[in-house]
């Protein structure tokens, strides 16, 4: 029997949004292992490491991703094997996570000097445990497992980012090892420079960001025992100075206040609308973020500027660090290198990152997508019945 040109149509859309659905899960990170209501999602199972001995590999790209399924919250345990001279960093190891949570951690690996050279395979398991009566209960757990090959042989790395009249600044760099058609994530810097890494021999790609644009890439080999120094020419307006300036109470002899002292330089061409922002920790904690400067425009050049700061609590003994963000058109531009004052003394406590939602994001995406194509069919069989019911009408008559 022939099918009509409705039905056509719904057929085709049940196929298209099938297709779709499969495409979508087999994109997505979804996640690789679960058990007992936890999972594992994240790059690091994709990753393929080839890291000489001596070297480490630290890069936001690589991270794992876990979930918690359950109605409850949940303790998590995080455990890794690796071999011997050979060390998994996770950002945190043991934490709790909320029912229908997700949580990122960020990994490092270290290979020492005293690691074999080989081929491995590196592991991270996230344990799901609860305790009770009977002490600490193990719910479940999930693991990933990625390829790790030691290499005897290293060279050695420099890459710098420059302005265009060769001054250093700050950019975000990021240095890929090419292996075949792929590119995994070999080192990164917020500070415009990676020094004397140790990389295995092979070809790279190295890229340069300020405000979020690539700026600059270039692409190298490097064999056993060289030494390459790269630049990357990124920024055009870049902080040229800044220090910060101390002064006390002449009858007292207190700490008074802060003078921030700092020089934009402009290289290229005329800016306008810029902004530049004070960003200021104590003792590793955010403790306010406020404008101290604004150009209607800035031409090529020089420009200084002072600003005399108190925190907004006055100053309280502690390790205060400063950092000035340009703005321009109220998007981010560039950074300046951190500056450190010791007032009194203070500890510097580390601060926790961000947790990704994108897991959550394509879950619902193929929830709807599956939703439609069950629509369709139901719509397709629904019309298909009808017009078997007719055709045996048709005959009895």
């Known amino acids: 029997m022939k099918m009509s040109g409705l039905h056509k149509i719904i057929v085709t859309c049940f196929m298209v949004c099938a297709l779709l659905s499969l495409l979508i899960v087999l994109a997505s990170p979804g996640p690789v292992s679960a058990a007992g209501g936890i999972a594992i999602s994240g790059s690091f199972s994709s990753q393929h490491f080839e890291i000489p001995q001596g070297s480490t590999i630290t890069a936001p790209s690589v991270d794992i991703v876990i979930f918690n399924n359950l109605d409850s919250s949940i303790g998590i345990r995080m455990t890794t094997q690796s071999p011997a001279g050979v060390i998994v960093h996770l950002s945190e190891t043991d934490f709790t996570l909320a029912s229908g949570a997700q949580k990122s951690l960020g990994i490092s690996i270290e290979v020492t000097e005293h690691a074999a050279p080989g081929n491995y395979s590196i592991s991270i398991t996230a344990e799901a445990v609860r305790e009770g009566a009977q002490g600490i209960q193990v719910l479940g757990s999930a693991s990933q497992i990625a390829p790790l090959q030691i290499l005897g042989d290293s060279g050695i790395l420099n890459v710098q980012a420059i302005s265009p009249d060769g001054t250093p600044v700050v950019a975000i760099i990021r240095l ?23 990389v295995s021999p092979g070809s790279y790609v190295v890229d340069g960001y300020v405000g979020g644009q690539l700026l600059d890439s270039e692409g190298f080999e490097i064999a056993a025992d060289e030494t390459k120094t790269i630049e990357l020419t990124v920024g055009t307006v870049y902080f040229e100075q800044f220090d910060i300036l101390e002064y006390s109470n002449t009858e007292t002899g207190q700490f008074a206040f802060a003078e921030i002292v700092y020089t934009i330089k402009n290289v290229y061409e005329q800016v306008n609308d810029a902004i530049v922002l004070l960003d200021v920790k104590r003792n590793g904690v955010s403790l306010e973020q406020k404008q101290i400067g604004s150009f209607s425009s800035l031409v090529v050049g020089s420009v200084g500027q002072s600003y005399q700061y108190t925190p907004i609590d006055g100053w309280i003994n502690g390790d205060y660090i400063f950092k000035l963000i340009l703005k321009i058109n109220d998007e981010i531009y560039t950074t300046s290198l951190e500056k450190q004052l010791d007032v009194g003394g203070g500890n510097v406590t580390p601060a926790e990152g ?20 069950i629509a369709f069919y139901m719509i397709y069989r629904s019309r298909k019945a009808k017009q078997i019911q007719g055709t045996r009408q048709d005959k009895r008559r």
Do not use: H, W
């Open 354 to 373: 961000n947790d990704s939602n994108m897991p959550l994001i394509v879950g619902i995406v193929c929830a709807v997508v599956l939703l439609l194509d």
């Open 176 to 198: 890929y090892k090419q292996i075949g058609s792929n590119r995994y994530e070999f080192a990164y810097s917020e500070t415009g420079s990676l020094d004397s890494i140790l």
